[in-house]
């Protein structure tokens, strides 16, 4: 699989995508360009590095349609879009949707370049969290019956969770429960239950009764 980073175009006007396709490469970046989201759609793959600077309004489906079918397909890339014809509801539904940026042409292209950076960074970070939260859960997986009984009581209980309690819980000896709670600490990698905590919570194996 490619790993370079990718600034995926998808834009229907023509001139439009040459010209910024032309300008990104120049400044060293990879770019692919597509003139319709259909076209982005199906050939793209998730597991491909990079942003997406979309245009809003095309024939077909429209830019926030395509945010809304790669958010259904579970595909998180940075998008930056850019339109001639956006509005305020439509600015503030992209960016509730969690893209990074809704820039109105004519726009000045040190701003673009600044955001593509900061996509591109930001894609980078989600990818790096996702693999330490598959690691996480690799770990977490090998985990026996009872060692996940007795870190989901470590979790939920944090600082205050001690042996004695989690043994009356469990309704096993505290000399158990320490053999158990030993080994829960050294599968997970974890060198403190906050630090088991914070495994917890970065790869949503348990979330908080709060």
């Known amino acids: 699989?490619?790993?370079?980073?990718?600034?995926?175009?998808?834009?229907?006007?023509?001139?439009?995508?040459?010209?910024?396709?032309?300008?990104?490469?120049?400044?060293?970046?990879?770019?692919?360009?597509?003139?319709?989201?259909?076209?982005?759609?199906?050939?793209?793959?998730?597991?491909?590095?990079?942003?997406l600077v979309l245009d809003v309004q095309m024939p077909g489906m429209s830019g926030l349609e395509l945010q809304d079918a790669l958010t259904a397909r579970h595909c998180n890339i940075p998008i930056i879009f850019v339109t001639g014809h956006g509005d305020i509801p439509m600015s503030v539904r992209a960016i509730k949707r969690g893209a990074i940026e809704f820039l109105e042409k004519p726009y000045r292209q040190g701003v673009l370049l600044g955001r593509i950076e900061e996509a591109l960074a930001q894609d980078a970070r989600n990818r790096q969290k996702e693999v330490e939260c598959n690691a996480i859960k690799a770990r977490f997986e090998r985990l026996t019956a009872r060692e996940k009984e007795v870190m989901a009581l470590l979790v939920a209980g944090a600082a205050n969770a001690s042996n004695k309690q989690i043994?009356?819980?469990?309704?096993?000896?505290?000399?158990?429960?320490?053999?158990?709670?030993?080994?829960?600490?050294?599968?997970?990698?974890?060198?403190?239950?906050?630090?088991?905590?914070?495994?917890?919570?970065?790869?949503?194996?348990?979330?908080?009764?709060?």
């Not at 995508?17 to 199906?42: C, D, H, M, Q």
């Not at 158990?180 to 990698?189: D, F």
């Open 1 to 51: 699989m490619d790993t370079q980073p990718t600034v995926f175009v998808v834009d229907d006007d023509h001139a439009v995508r040459k010209a910024l396709t032309l300008s990104l490469k120049k400044r060293g970046w990879s770019v692919e360009s597509y003139e319709s989201a259909e076209a982005f759609l199906t050939s793209h793959d998730v597991d491909r590095p990079g942003c």
């Open 167 to 210: 043994a009356r819980q469990l309704d096993i000896s505290y000399r158990t429960v320490d053999n158990h709670r030993a080994r829960v600490m050294e599968k997970m990698q974890a060198q403190s239950v906050p630090d088991l905590v914070d495994m917890a919570k970065l790869c949503g194996v348990y979330k908080s009764t709060d």
